[in-house]
């Protein structure tokens, strides 16, 4: 057990549709990174926050947005979904911002079946 | 660019035979590398990581990586492969001053009783 929890563990939605995943951070740990793994395009990282402020970009989509809550828990909302948008999301979290050698701890995933 | 090489998608051994499994990287400066592991329907575990100092790092579960600059490699070893031992094995990176990991396409262990 990683200590960084991910509800829900499954989501079945239709295209079109919006939805919401929920990541609470290890305690003590102030950034969370999201990450999309897909048969297609493997393990890649969408977006980092610090402390509630966003602090890194990756190869997420204008249809994707994130937010890091006071309490530390961020949600990423995925909007407008399209069949392609199936796949598994993780977060992760660390201790610091910019900490090479910190180590991302990874929730168990959330996984997205887009029908 | 970052990028993350892990040659071969899958591999096979025997129960007691050698694990190795392959990651090379490309980098200006040696950034900082990890090996994950995955087993079916769970989320990435931490087996080992480089970030400074000596080249050969052990981690759990027995395994072991040495980071070698001059070829850009990071391989994963293992002596003796356990049943237990079969998941998918990512390796990634992350440059000095970046905040993401970068994560190789992933290899997926099969260990054959």
């Known amino acids: 057990d990683s200590g960084v929890t991910q509800t829900p563990k499954h989501l079945i939605t239709a295209t079109g549709q919006r939805v919401t995943l929920r990541c609470s951070p290890r305690?003590?740990?102030?950034?969370v990174y999201w990450y999309q793994q897909s048969l297609d395009q493997g393990l890649q990282f969408l977006i980092q926050?610090?402390?509630?402020?966003?602090?890194a970009k990756g190869n997420i989509l204008e249809r994707f947005s994130a937010q890091q809550f006071p309490d530390l828990h961020s949600e990423l909302n995925l909007s407008s979904l399209e069949l392609g948008d199936s796949a598994l999301y993780f977060c992760?979290?660390?201790?610091?911002?910019?900490?090479?050698?910190?180590?991302?701890?990874f929730g168990p995933g959330t996984r997205l079946t887009v029908l | 660019a970052q990028s993350v090489t892990q040659l071969g998608s899958h591999v096979s051994v025997s129960e007691g035979a050698l694990v190795l499994l392959r990651c090379n990287y490309s980098?200006?400066?040696?950034?900082?590398l990890f090996w994950y592991v995955q087993y079916p329907n769970q989320g990435l575990q931490l087996l080992l990581k480089?970030?400074?100092?000596?080249?050969l790092v052990k981690g759990i579960n027995g395994f072991e990586a040495e980071f070698k600059k001059s070829e850009t490699s990071f391989h994963l070893t293992k002596p003796s492969a356990h049943m237990s031992d079969a998941a998918e094995y990512f390796c990634?990176?992350?440059?000095?001053?970046?905040?993401?990991?970068?994560f190789g396409t992933g290899t997926r262990l099969t260990v054959i009783p």
């Open positions: 992760a979290s660390s201790p610091r911002d910019v900490g090479g050698r910190d180590t991302q701890y």
């Open positions: 305690s003590g740990d102030l950034s």
């Open positions: 926050y610090y402390n509630g402020e966003e602090r």
């Open positions: 980098s200006s400066v040696p950034p900082y």
């Open positions: 480089y970030t400074t100092g000596a080249t």
């Open positions: 990634a990176v992350r440059e000095t001053g970046a905040n993401n990991l970068f």
